[in-house]
């Protein structure tokens, strides 16, 4: 009888309330966060330009007259809750990103960084 308590307390126990906690990258590190956005020059920055200074992109986009590069971090963590009858996970995510549009010479016509780029 003994050893029947103790392997159902030790079951309840092993299968009772615990948290957890749980957090994920997935992308490219977001080196245009520590670039200063007033490097890029619409006109005369080139494809080249941006690819020695930002690295490889996330994508690489064919447009009908030019190209785009495209940068992506994703973040996300998650907290969470385990008991018997309930559990609960909260996910957060978050997003640095970064364009930059060139026309079919490989010049900068447009471009946008996320919030904060050259702050940090």
Do not use: H
């Not at 079951?11 to 948290?19: D, I, K, L, Q, R």
């Not at 020695?52 to 007259?65: C, F, H």
């Not at 009858?85 to 447009?110: C, G, H, K, M, P």
């Amino acid at each position: 009888m003994r050893l029947l308590l103790a392997l159902t307390l030790a079951a309840a126990v092993s299968v009772g309330p615990g948290c957890i906690r749980n957090s994920a990258r997935r992308g490219i590190e977001p080196v245009w966060m520590e670039l200063d956005p007033g490097s890029f020059v619409v006109g005369t920055t080139t494809r080249a330009d941006v690819l020695d200074r930002v690295g490889v992109p996330s994508q690489v986009l064919a447009l009908e007259d030019g190209t785009a590069l495209y940068y992506l971090l994703e973040r996300s963590r998650a907290d969470g809750l385990i008991l018997l009858l309930y559990n609960q996970r909260v996910e957060s995510s978050y997003f640095d990103r970064a364009i930059f549009f060139f026309d079919d010479s490989d010049v900068l016509t447009e471009f946008a960084v996320s919030e904060g780029a050259g702050a940090r």
